[in-house]
C-alpha cells in the first residue's frame, strides 16, 4: 500500500481511511492529510493512533453517511481500508451501498484509486477441516481461525454470516471446553474470552469476484490484486480499484 501512495503523482494527496487500522493510519502521505472514519467508539478510543494537527484526524461516524457532509463530495485523491468491507453486516447489499458512497467521495481523476484489504473466502475451507488445522496447532492465532470458520458458515446468497453463531458452534466442536481447545491450538488465554461472543455479530465475507463486481456497477474497475506472503494472504488480498 505505501508503494501506492508514494507512486501517486500528488505530492499532497488527501486521503480517507474507512476505519482506524494503524498500519494504514501510520502510512507516509508524504505531504498530503489523512482523515480517517470509524463508526465504533470504542474502536478509535482503543485503536487510533492519535492526531496530528492539519496530517492526520478522525473522525466517529457511520461510513454510509459520509457523503451527506458536502465538504467529503469528490474531495478525496484515496481511499483505504483493511476488511472495511467485511466489517458490514448487511450483506453484499450493503457493500454496494458502500460503493455508490465511495464513488462520490472519490476525485473524478485518473490517478485518484481505492486500496482495499479484502476478506474474501475459499469455498475449499470446511468448518470441519480448518477444526482439525487448530487442533493440530496449524492456525497461526484465533483471528485467522474465526475469520476463517466465519467464511466456510457464511449465508452463500447474502454472504453474511453471524460470528455470535460461530462462536456458539466452536464451543460445542470443543465440547463446551474452550480452555482446553485454546492450549491445544498453541493460542494465548486471551483467546478463549474472544471466542466466547462474537466482536462484530455480523460480517459480510464475499468473494473477490463478487467485490468486483459491486464496484463495476458503482463505476469503478479493478486495476490489480496482490496476494502477499503473510498467513491468510489468499483470503485477504490487497485489492486496488480505480475508475476507466
Known amino acids: 500500500m505505501q508503494k501506492l501512495i508514494h507512486d501517486h503523482p500528488s505530492d499532497s494527496p488527501r ?12 502510512l507516509d502521505f508524504k505531504r498530503g492529510s489523512l482523515l ?27 461510513w454510509l453517511n459520509l457523503a451527506d457532509t458536502p465538504e467529503h463530495l469528490g474531495a478525496f485523491d484515496i481511499i483505504l481500508g483493511d476488511g472495511s468491507f467485511a466489517a458490514l453486516g448487511g450483506g453484499i447489499s450493503q457493500q454496494a451501498d458502500l460503493w455508490k458512497v465511495t464513488a462520490q467521495l472519490l476525485k473524478p481523476s485518473p490517478s485518484s484509486f481505492v486500496g482495499l484489504r479484502h476478506f474474501a473466502p475459499l469455498d475449499k475451507d470446511t468448518v470441519e477441516s480448518i477444526q482439525e488445522e487448530a487442533k493440530n496447532g496449524k492456525i ?5 481461525y474465526r475469520f476463517r470458520l466465519g467464511m466456510a458458515m457464511r449465508d452463500r446468497t447474502t454472504h453474511q454470516v453471524d460470528m455470535v453463531e460461530v462462536c456458539k458452534w466452536v464451543a460445542e466442536a ?17 483467546a478463549v474470552t474472544v471466542l466466547s461472543g462474537g466482536v462484530l455479530p455480523r460480517v459480510t465475507f464475499s468473494p473477490r469476484e463478487v467485490l468486483a463486481e459491486l464496484a463495476e456497477k458503482a463505476g469503478f474497475r ?3 490484486t496482490d496476494v502477499g506472503d ?7 488480498p490487497v485489492m486496488v480499484f480505480d475508475r476507466p
Open 15 to 26: 486521503v480517507l481511511l474507512l476505519g482506524v487500522t494503524k498500519g494504514y493510519a501510520g
Open 174 to 190: 470443543c465440547d463446551n471446553n474452550l480452555e482446553a481447545f485454546v492450549k491445544q491450538a498453541g493460542w494465548p488465554e486471551t
Open 230 to 236: 503473510y498467513e491468510m494472504a489468499d483470503q485477504s
Open 140 to 144: 497461526a492465532t484465533d483471528g485467522i
Open 36 to 62: 480517517a472514519v470509524d463508526g465504533m467508539k470504542e474502536m478509535i478510543d482503543a485503536e487510533w493512533i492519535g492526531d496530528v494537527p492539519n496530517s492526520r484526524t478522525v473522525l466517529h461516524a457511520n
Open 222 to 224: 479493478l486495476r490489480e
